[in-house]
């Protein structure tokens, strides 16, 4: 991206240096084939694919509105023939597309969403018109079996998107209805549906991980995978010990792959695994300082394997997911990544916690020891900051330490006046730390 700008950049400045005589012709054609031709920009590509998507959902969404005007007033043999009309036409699209080989994602990715639009209107209204079924999430699973396909044969990463979300779709509305068939497994089998896009993913991240569209698609997985796993936590009822280290060890899971595969992104924005891995061991390691939470256990006065046995398909999510944070802190190791199994602990300490809980009976000490591991992150955000001039980092360090602070402001007995001052020593800490790292990046410039 930055080579680009650059590069076009000298482009146009090239006529001017030949008309002053500071470049000849030959020279300046000499520069334009050293460094090529400029490729269109990838936001524009963005934006004129997002285009096409939008339009194709405005297309689909008002042929939908078309078909229900006047809907109870025709025959069944025309609600037939127009139900399978869209889905007709659709396919047409797509099959020009394909037999086209137009290489725009644009075309190919409004093709797949209009085919998947027009998979699930036609399903529902062919049911609707013969009283099929009536329950949501009966309609929604056959709709995503049939729009599967559709992710490889157009290469459409929004309807892998799409199908994403209506796999949360379909896990909400099973437990919402209790079918006694499809409630117990929903929780588990949100993620054995989400297995079939791996693939998919792994070739659009083949030809350049940082690209636009393998980047989307890992935002769109990572910010999934924490509903899926509400979906294990709040469909099968488990409110103790999974939750409590199956949280942390998705986001771990996440840090250490993003270190390992996605580390050399330019930006936040480039490292969507590490972000959100990141926020979430932060978030999942800040409840875990509340003695509420540690005492929640004792309430429920619960045996670890109890607990384990009362909730196999949550439990086997969860070690799975703490074997991958072991497996992937291993490769850091091997890799010489050491700094990013500060993150990568939480899982280990999550477990230490439920151990110490269990052999002690108290919420003290896991609480403090996780208050503990939240003052190590600041720490490492702190170091982090300063050694690259990074203030955002640097300020998120300060952020942790505000936060620790204000968890304690209230499950604690201090007066106004320890308040106050914590209050400004914080204040006082974003000043200072935005103060140093100026420094650091004056001194560092030439």
């Known amino acids: 991206m930055m080579r680009n700008k650059g590069v076009r950049w000298l482009y146009g400045e090239l006529p001017d240096l030949v008309r002053q005589d500071i470049l000849s012709a030959d020279a300046a054609e000499t520069l334009r084939g050293h460094y090529g031709p400029v490729e269109e920009g990838r936001w524009r590509q963005m934006a004129v694919t997002i285009s096409g998507v939008l339009g194709a959902l405005l297309i689909g969404l008002g042929i939908i509105f078309v078909?229900?005007?006047?809907?109870?007033?025709?025959?069944?043999?025309?609600?037939?023939?127009?139900?399978?009309?869209?889905?007709?036409?659709?396919?047409?699209?797509?099959?020009?597309v394909l037999w086209r080989n137009q290489p725009s994602a644009a075309w190919r990715e409004g093709a797949g969403v209009m085919l998947a639009l027009a998979l699930v209107a036609s399903v529902a209204l062919i049911q609707q018109t013969y009283h099929v079924s009536s329950d949501y999430d009966e309609l929604l699973l056959p709709c995503l079996l049939l729009a599967l396909p559709v992710v490889y044969l157009l290469g459409s990463s929004a309807v892998a998107v799409l199908y994403l979300v209506g796999v949360l779709a379909w896990a909400g509305a099973a437990d919402v209805t209790g079918a006694s068939d499809v409630k117990g497994t929903a929780s588990l089998a949100v993620w054995l549906l989400a297995i079939p896009l791996a693939p998919h993913v792994w070739m659009a991240a083949r030809a350049d991980r940082y690209a636009l569209r393998p980047v989307f698609l890992m935002w769109a997985v990572a910010l999934w995978a924490g509903v899926a796993l509400a979906f294990v936590v709040v469909g099968g009822d488990v409110d103790d010990v999974v939750p409590m280290v199956g949280y942390p060890a998705l986001y771990a899971v996440m840090v250490l792959a993003g270190a390992v595969w996605f580390g050399r992104g330019a930006s936040l924005w480039r490292r969507p695994f590490e972000t959100v891995g990141a926020a979430g061991v932060a978030v999942s390691a800040y409840v875990l300082t509340f003695r509420d939470v540690w005492d929640d256990l004792a309430y429920h006065d619960?045996?670890?394997?109890?607990?384990?046995?009362?909730?196999?398909?949550?439990?086997?999510?969860?070690a799975v997911l703490v074997l991958a944070s072991l497996a992937l802190a291993g490769v850091c190791l091997w890799r010489r990544r050491p700094w990013r199994l500060v993150l990568g602990a939480a899982p280990a300490l999550a477990l230490l916690g439920v151990g110490i809980f269990y052999a002690t009976r108290s919420a003290s000490a896991p609480a403090w020891m996780f208050n503990a591991y939240m003052l190590a992150l600041a720490a490492a955000a702190l170091v982090t900051g300063f050694r690259q001039r990074r203030l955002a980092m640097a300020n998120l360090g300060v952020l942790l330490v505000a936060m620790l602070m204000v968890a304690r402001f209230f499950d604690s007995e201090m007066g106004f006046l320890v308040k106050g001052i914590a209050c400004i020593a914080a204040g006082a800490g974003f000043l200072v730390t935005n103060l140093v790292v100026h420094r650091l990046r004056r001194r560092a410039m030439p």
């Open 67 to 96: 078909l229900a005007y006047n809907w109870s007033a025709l025959g069944r043999s025309v609600r037939t023939a127009l139900s399978l009309a869209p889905l007709l036409a659709a396919q047409g699209l797509a099959a020009w």
């Open 302 to 318: 619960r045996e670890l394997a109890a607990a384990l046995r009362n909730y196999p398909a949550a439990a086997a999510v969860a």
